[in-house]
């Protein structure tokens, strides 16, 4: 489910951000095809242009009206910061202080369930999809 | 040269995951009408499983006979699990291949969508994979909401996530696992209303691998009432929160995933009260240009979608669909408030689960 903060789009511009380092990466054998990960460049791109070209247009729009200065904030500025900036920062900010955290708590494994030990595992080979040996009420 | 080597290798000659080493377990409560397609849709893959358990948690319309007169192993708890987790878990101790695949009863398969997952398999890093999610039938506003929010995430976030190694979560309703890690870490937990993401997560903090798979594709039926969609919405946003609650320390030794789930927490604590009560106040008393908002990151939503959509050749049902994603998007803000109040402010755990597809 997606409940970002509209406007902001702060999980997308994270993401964006991803991608953009993703040539960075070292590629494991088996791992995500080099043309999937082209096309993932592409579209980033291609986001990030249209978000841009959204913001301007916006702003364009908001500045001509009459209610502009009182719009300021959507139209491309919080307090004489543009928005995207102020979008940066706040990724920023969560990035630094995860990180920070990560470095000053040691992590500590969230504990598991017992382990289960399957019934049949060392048991005889059956026939692909046996009969339903198992009648409603049977098992229990 | 060989004439096989100048061939390029099927999907059967690459998967990992041969039929007689998977086991498929199907969870089922009260599942009559949608079961039997999906067992249907197992049998008819290019690789059928070796066995399919149905979990018939004691449903009172015949879900288990609907099951067995398909062929297939028919388990019955003597009492109600109370949750998907436990009727899978339940199925579990009775699997006894190297392989196992959770769908839920109302969900159906391409045709290839088993061999194609396994292909993964071959990283003996990996014990989880999951694949593509789209809803089956796309006609109320709930549906079409749904379905443009998958494509959207399946097209965009999850391959990104994907190609750092950390998906958020291996979907619930179609994914596949290794035996042997699956039964290490007690099977699907019910500590919380999440027990996709929980295990999710537990084998990243293990240091195992979970891959996504777009190739493979599932198509579950999704809520289609408001009555429905609200059931499992709070059960997605309050097992969010305890999955946040429960893994935090732990998920601070996963790069990455860290910073996703960082983010997605940061968003549902400050998103609904935003989004249900700033910005309708500065439309209302500052400027109406304010409403604005509630659309402006339209291209960021509409690119991955209409892309991904293109590829499927439903160019038109996505663009149809759109308004409907900003709708759904603030009943997800109404129900992730209520989960945030719920669990972290009044400390009141979400325990019952609740069924709603």
């Given at each position: 489910m997606t409940a970002g903060?509209p406007g ?12 953009l380092v993703m040539?960075l990466?070292?590629?494991?054998p ?6 999937r990960r082209r096309a993932?460049?592409?579209l980033?791109?291609a986001?990030?242009a249209?978000t841009?070209g959204t913001?301007?247009?916006?702003a ?8 502009g200065?009182?719009a300021?904030g959507l ?14 920062a706040i990724?920023?900010?969560i990035l630094a202080v995860?990180e920070?955290?990560?470095l000053?708590?040691r992590?500590?494994p ?9 019934i ?5 080979t059956p026939g692909?999809?046996?009969p339903?040996s198992g ?6 | ?5 100048l ?9 990992v ?10 969870p ?12 249907r849709?197992l049998l008819?893959q ?6 399919i358990?149905?979990v018939?948690?004691c449903?009172?319309d015949?879900t288990?006979?609907?099951?067995a007169?398909?062929g297939?192993t028919v388990?019955?708890p003597e009492?109600n699990?109370?949750?998907?987790a436990g009727?899978?878990?339940y ?5 006894r291949?190297?392989f ?6 109302d969900?159906?398969l ?6 194609t997952l396994?292909?993964v398999?071959?990283d003996?890093?990996v014990v989880?994979?999951s694949?593509h999610?789209l809803p ?13 929010e998958?494509l959207y ?8 996530q994907d190609?750092?190694?950390?998906p958020?979560i ?6 596949m ?5 699956l039964c ?8 919380t209303m999440?027990?996709?993401m929980?295990l999710?997560?537990?084998?990243s903090?293990?240091?195992?691998r ?5 190739e493979?594709?599932s198509?579950?039926?999704e809520?289609?009432t408001f009555?429905f ?13 305890q999955n946040?609650?429960l ?5 601070l030794g ?8 960082a ?5 549902a ?11 309708p ?12 908002a509630?659309v402006i990151?339209?291209?960021m939503?509409?690119?991955?979608v209409?892309?991904?959509a293109r ?5 038109g049902?996505?663009?149809?669909g759109?308004p ?6 603030l009943?997800?803000c109404?129900?992730?408030l209520?989960?945030?109040?719920s669990e972290?402010?009044?400390r009141?755990r979400?325990t019952t ?5």
């Open positions: 903060v902001l789009g702060l999980s997308g511009l994270f993401l964006v951000a991803s991608v040539p990466l070292r590629r494991r088996g791992e995500v095809r080099p043309t993932l460049v592409v980033a791109v986001i990030a249209a841009w913001w301007a247009l916006v364009g729009a908001v500045g001509a009206g009459r209610e200065a009182r300021a139209g491309g500025t919080h307090a004489g910061v543009p928005a995207l900036l102020v979008s940066i990724v920023a900010l995860t920070i955290l990560a000053v708590l992590p500590r969230t504990p598991t369930e017992p382990p289960i030990t399957p049949h595992r060392s048991g005889p692909p999809n046996r339903a009648i409603p009420g049977a098992e229990g | 040269m060989p004439e096989t080597s061939r390029p290798r099927s999907a059967v000659e690459r998967s995951v041969r039929a007689d080493e998977l086991t498929v377990i199907i089922a409560y009260n599942e009559a009408a949608s079961v039997g397609d999906t067992i849709s008819d290019t690789t059928p499983p070796r066995e358990l149905v018939d948690d449903s009172t015949g288990g006979e609907v099951a007169a398909l297939v388990l019955r009492t699990t109370g949750s998907k009727a899978q878990t199925a579990l101790r009775h699997v291949t190297d196992v695949m959770a769908i839920d009863a969900t159906v391409d045709s290839d969508a088993i061999e396994g292909e398999f071959a003996p890093e989880a994979a694949g999610v089956r039938h796309v006609s109320t506003v709930w549906e079409r909401g749904r379905y443009v998958y995430s399946f097209t965009f976030h999850k391959p990104v190609v750092f190694g950390r958020l291996s979907s619930g309703c179609f994914s696992y290794r035996t042997d890690e290490a870490v007690g099977g699907w937990s019910d500590r999440a027990e996709d929980d999710t997560w537990t084998f903090e293990r240091g195992h979970v891959r996504f798979v777009p493979a594709s198509y579950p039926i809520p289609a009555g969609l609200a059931k499992q919405l709070r059960r997605w946003s309050h097992g969010f929160v946040v609650m893994h935090w320390r732990g998920l996963v790069p990455y995933l860290r910073s996703v789930v983010i997605g927490f940061f968003d604590l400050v998103s609904p009260a935003l989004t249900l009560l700033v910005l106040l500065l439309a209302l008393f500052v400027s109406s240009w304010f409403w604005l509630f990151d339209l291209p939503v509409a690119l991955p209409l892309v991904g590829r499927r050749g439903e160019f049902r996505a663009l149809v759109l409907a994603y900003f709708v759904l998007r009943v997800n109404w129900f992730m209520g989960a945030v109040t972290l402010v009044f009141r979400l689960y609740e069924k709603g597809h």
